[in-house]
């Protein structure tokens, strides 16, 4: 009989394989909710694109700024990306401040838009490393950009995104925006698109573009790879 007692053999821990869309939000406001039933391990991802190039950038608390770009002059139009890595389930309802926008001379409107995507794995997500992308901005017709996304490891999500100073839906350009990606959501002229390529996958390079929709046109498209 051996003198040392014998030790379990644990299963082996499951690996991330599969992500899907948990849930989702937009706002026009200052502030944007948290949707109820966060879980720990899920990932959210903020896009918060104030007008104008003078209005201060507010980054929520426990979110992690991905990136910033503006076109020029006064009214350009800030990207604002966050990324939560690791959420736990006490965030479901709570209520996040990002940048309050400023009053469009124009039409006396605030322009504050943002979007809250909220990705579960089949496993809680441990870590998602950000790669930096493209953008383009111009108070013109901005040409297409395309992010070499083909050469990352999946699971991963890619996204474009696009905005600019008016308040009507501003849609991605057809014909050149390829391929399209899985799933759109839109808030007046802010516009995410994203792609989830899961384990196994095959990611494609992404080409995002838009139509001349007034002043400051702002194009961005990046992506990030996880693991659980």
Known sequence: MSAFPLMPILPPRDILREVTLAASATSTAATITMPAGVRAGDLALLFDAPAGGNSPRVVPAGFTSLYAIATSGGWGRHHGVAMRLIASASEGGTTLTGSAGTVDPGTGVVNSRKILLVFRGNVPIRSAIYVPGV??????NPGTVTLLSGAGTPPLILWGCISTTAHATTPFETGWTTPAFGTEVAIEALRVGYTIVNRGGA?????????????SNMITAAYVTLEG
């Open 135 to 140: 953008s383009t901005g111009s108070n013109g």
């Open 203 to 215: 990611p494609l390079n992404q080409a995002v573009d838009m139509t001349d929709l007034g002043s």
